[in-house]
């Protein structure tokens, strides 16, 4: 589209930048205020410059729950990205049966999160729990309360099944987009149902699937009620991605210097990879 | 290569058609000869890409059948049909090269690669594509891709026809000529059938052979673009083809030929007769603006007319004339003199075409 | 449609609604039935863990007020988000694709950064515990979440739709009623789905700015887990309570996900 200058339309953009300014910078100012600073309660506060973040930086716990992190995200982004799109291919174009599938796809996503993990704490249980009584019946041992492998394999689970009808979703209202003349012209060409998808479907897709890996990175790397409901972060530190160790730290220690520099340096990393991830997947557009 | 017949069409969308207004095509006879170059014209509504899908095999009709040499493919798909179409918005495969996009059809017949770059080389040059073969098909413009499109249908050696659905749509209006130009050459060299869609009329008579003029879902005439300016079969074909388009005056009959208002205008006896023959109905009488003899006094057989008004176009003049209580258009070239207030307008009889319901009538054999 | 897809899709469907049936299952179960033993079916079918909700004002407040301020927040976030999407999309200027970042940036922040600071914020201008700031906060994620997807769903209208209405003779805010925004239609059904469901599931924000009056409904789950153990039977009914709202809504704008739009060619 042939956009026009016109700085006029700052009047448009105007209400959308006070509201979120006023949500966000002044928040974001105090954090910034409290990283530089050592409290130990309101009247008594110190300047000491860079060493929360020195401290921070170094810190093994933090490093051992960024990797955690990441490793966390990949996972998400490699399953839920694939068959969200697989599965948007798969659900019928229009009449009724499209409604029933979105209705069905888009229950998951509204459960509160707490909600969430309650509900695969329970079936994840051997006891009172669908999924725990059938894998125990069959012999399988299975216990994401004590075992590392079954508490990563369960909160990955129920990522999968709490968030890949977002990317779905998403990628459905795309490929409704696609007007009916590049298939007739595809089917004209002869081509095989694969390079179907790869030269019609997938191009077109390319900016909604911008918005669902930009959203599902952002989400997982923040994630904390879900899993935190599900195992707590246990066993041990196993599940403790970099939300909870935040929050331990701030709520729990009360430790609320470090607390802040952790934060700023939380959302520069979520800054920078999203800003890699949108820069690589906008780039393909100038030749 | 393929000579296509139309056999009992017709086609309605919906799925118990009751009544004649359901059907979107009513019944078709006819032929396509093969290494024609024929145009569709109508205005929209009409018909005309029911029609065209349903001869490509994007859609499958209610009724009737199609034969592509004398063999019923209404079974069978486009790609089976070896029909290529070129739609209204250029589709082209944005992530490819203007080259992959020419070679896509070729590499999923599985040619092989070196046959497939000559031929691609061949089309590029005669589409003068030859210079953005290496440029993504994004970046190019509307009336590049629509060449590309084109190029698409062109490059398969194995067409049996192709197929254009109003293609000049969106190309700006001086590039158009080039477009147009470009296809009958292509029509020349290659010598396929091609049958083109439109509800532009100049489009269609500098491409076409033929035209077939759709009107309600009915072919109400197929001719050389002179023969639907001449001698218009039905008086939408008069209406629609010419610029203006013919002037259509309803008439009366009596003992010697037709009356308007105080004017009679005298009948051929062979025309006469079949007149007599018909069982009433509405009569009009149809010419040409073209066709209007304007004189500036009086005239054997002209009658006195008043003028009401003279547009000036640039190379050519039309004058609004009453006559007889009816409002009358004349075409005039640049140079002849313009009437004032009176003019006397004569209707060659050669041009004065009769129409019953809106079919011509014509003198027997 | 081919039976491989149909298939898998079944299988998709199969296990979205599994925990969910297994949910609902519980909900219509007493505690003893639930912990006594595993069964398929309710035996003692009950609907005593609703009666519980329905009945407790302080249970069904929460739902209310849930409903009250996801609301308020999807209305406001798509009133301010559809002339900021139409300048992004029509318009270049000054900064514009720096803003366009920086608002997406905002949902890049860990919401526990914001605890403290909205928690003082807000209650330095009174709006402590009130249905408007937690509407507000949730602006925060849901705005620029809006303005992106409707800016997407905006440039697929072609420009020339603006000129021609121009040329007739339509004011701005005429055209932007009449003629644009029936257009893009299904993008402002996708955008209100979001923005609803990211509002009503956000749970830490919403308990940090509420506490008695704006008390929303995930706050008040906390409340089956006591020293007693845990309320399983009604946990699973307002758990269950709180997916009803949002199929509500989906059936709603499902045909707006559901419909591309034919405009947006070439």
Not at chain 1, 190 to 210: C, D, E, M, N, Y
Not at chain 2, 150 to 163: E, F, H, T
Not at chain 2, 288 to 310: S, T
Request: aromatic share 12%.
């Amino acid at each position: 589209m042939n956009k026009v200058p016109n700085n006029k339309a700052w009047w448009l953009v105007l209400p959308v930048f006070l509201l979120v300014a006023f949500s966000a910078v002044m928040p974001m100012m105090t954090v910034v205020n409290y990283s530089v600073q050592d409290i130990f309660d309101q009247s008594s506060r110190y300047f000491v410059g860079a060493d929360w973040y020195r401290q921070v930086l170094r810190d093994p716990a933090l490093h051992d729950a960024l990797l955690r992190q990441f490793i966390y995200s990949t996972c998400v982004l490699l399953i839920e990205i694939p068959l969200g799109i697989g599965i948007a291919l798969t659900m019928p174009t229009k009449g009724r049966m499209a409604s029933v599938c979105l209705i069905v796809m888009a229950i998951p996503l509204l459960i509160p999160w707490n909600v969430v993990g309650t509900i695969w704490q329970i079936f994840g249980r051997a006891d009172i729990g669908l999924l725990g009584a059938t894998l125990a019946k069959l012999g399988v041992s299975y216990n994401y309360a004590g075992d590392p492998f079954d508490a990563w394999l369960t909160v990955l689970v129920m990522d999968v099944w709490h968030w890949t009808s977002l990317v779905a979703l998403l990628c459905y209202s795309g490929l409704r987009a696609i007007p009916d003349v590049y298939y007739q012209a595809a089917r004209i060409d002869r081509a095989s149902g694969w390079a179907v998808f790869r030269h019609i479907q997938l191009p077109k897709l390319k900016s909604v699937l911008l918005i669902a890996v930009m959203l599902r990175f952002m989400d997982s790397f923040m994630i904390y009620t879900e899993p935190f409901v599900l195992t707590g972060g246990g066993p041990g530190n196993a599940t403790t991605f970099l939300s909870q160790t935040l929050t331990r730290m701030a709520v729990g220690q009360f430790d609320l210097g470090p607390a802040a520099a952790f934060s700023l340096v939380y959302f520069l990393i979520i800054l920078l990879v999203s800003w890699l991830f949108y820069t690589a997947m906008t780039h393909g557009d100038k030749d | 290569m393929a000579e296509i017949r139309l056999r009992q069409l017709a086609h309605s969308y919906s799925r118990q058609p009751a009544t004649a207004a359901d059907y979107a095509l009513h019944e078709l006879e006819h032929v396509w000869e093969q290494g024609g170059a024929y145009a569709l014209l109508g205005p929209s509504g009409c018909g005309k890409s029911t029609l065209l899908n349903i001869i490509s095999g994007l859609l499958t009709p209610s009724h009737g059948q199609v034969l592509f040499d004398g063999k019923p493919v209404n079974d069978l798909t486009p790609q089976q049909r070896n029909i290529a179409q070129v739609f209204q918005f250029p589709v082209v495969y944005d992530t490819m090269t203007v080259f992959d996009n020419l070679a896509f059809p070729l590499r999923n017949q599985g040619l092989d690669e070196s046959k497939v770059r000559t031929r691609v080389q061949e089309i590029a040059e005669v589409l003068d594509l030859a210079a953005v073969l290496k440029k993504k098909a994004r970046n190019l413009s509307a009336d590049e891709k629509q060449k590309v499109s084109m190029g698409r249908g062109l490059v398969r050696d194995d067409v049996s026809a192709i197929l254009f659905d109003e293609p000049l749509t969106v190309i700006d209006p001086h590039l158009k000529w080039k477009l147009r130009r470009k296809l009958k050459q292509i029509h020349e060299q290659f010598n396929i059938t091609m049958i083109y869609v439109t509800h532009d009329q100049l489009e269609a008579s500098t491409f076409a052979d033929k035209i077939a003029v759709m009107h309600g879902g009915r072919i109400v005439q197929f001719g050389t673009p002179r023969e639907l300016f001449e001698r218009p079969r039905h008086t939408f074909v008069g209406y629609f083809i010419g610029s203006p388009g013919m002037n259509l005056i309803e008439v009366r009959a009596e003992a010697d030929g037709v009356v308007f208002g105080d004017i009679h205008l005298p009948l051929p006896d062979g025309l006469r007769e079949r007149l007599a023959a018909t069982a009433g109905g509405r009569l009009q009488v149809g010419i040409r603006p073209e066709f209007v003899q304007l004189w500036d006094g009086p005239f054997e057989g002209a009658y006195p007319a008043q003028v009401l008004d003279i547009e000036d176009l640039g190379t050519y003049r039309i004058v609004t004339l009453m006559l007889g209580g009816v409002s009358l258009k004349a075409r005039l070239g640049e140079d002849r003199p313009l009437p004032v207030g009176q003019a006397w307008v004569s209707l060659p009889a050669q041009w004065l075409m009769l129409y019953v319901d809106d079919v011509l009538l014509e003198a027997g054999p | 449609m081919s039976m491989r897809k149909t298939l898998a899709l079944l299988l998709y469907f199969f296990f979205l609604l599994v925990p969910i049936y297994w949910l609902l299952n519980m909900s219509f179960k007493s505690n003893s039935e639930i912990l006594g033993g595993l069964t398929l079916w309710p035996q003692a079918f009950t609907f005593d863990n609703y009666r519980v909700i329905f009945s407790d004002a302080s249970w069904y407040s929460g739902y209310i007020n849930s409903l009250y301020y996801v609301c308020l927040n999807t209305v406001i976030s798509l009133l301010v988000a559809l002339p900021a999407a139409y300048a992004f999309s029509r318009y270049r200027f000054l900064g514009d694709r720096h803003l366009f970042f920086w608002l997406l940036t905002n949902r890049m922040a860990p919401p526990a950064v914001f605890l403290l600071p909205f928690f003082q914020l807000y209650s330095s201008i009174g709006l402590f515990d009130t249905h408007i700031a937690v509407a507000l906060a949730h602006c925060l994620f849901n705005v620029p979440l809006a303005v992106w997807i409707l800016e997407g769903f905006m440039s697929g209208v072609p420009k020339e739709i603006d000129e021609t209405a121009y040329i007739d003779g339509y004011s701005f805010a005429r055209f932007f009623v009449k003629i644009f925004i029936p257009l893009i239609g299904s993008g402002i059904g996708v955008t209100a789905f979001f923005c609803f469901m990211f509002s009503w599931v956000e749970l830490l924000l919403a308990r940090t700015l509420t506490s008695v009056n704006a008390k929303p409904i995930a706050a008040v789950m906390t409340r089956t887990v006591s020293a007693s153990g845990i309320d399983w039977g009604v946990l699973a009914a307002a758990g269950v309570l709180t997916i009803l709202p949002g199929m509500l809504v989906i059936w709603f704008v499902r045909n707006h996900v559901a419909k591309g739009f034919a405009l947006g060619r070439v």
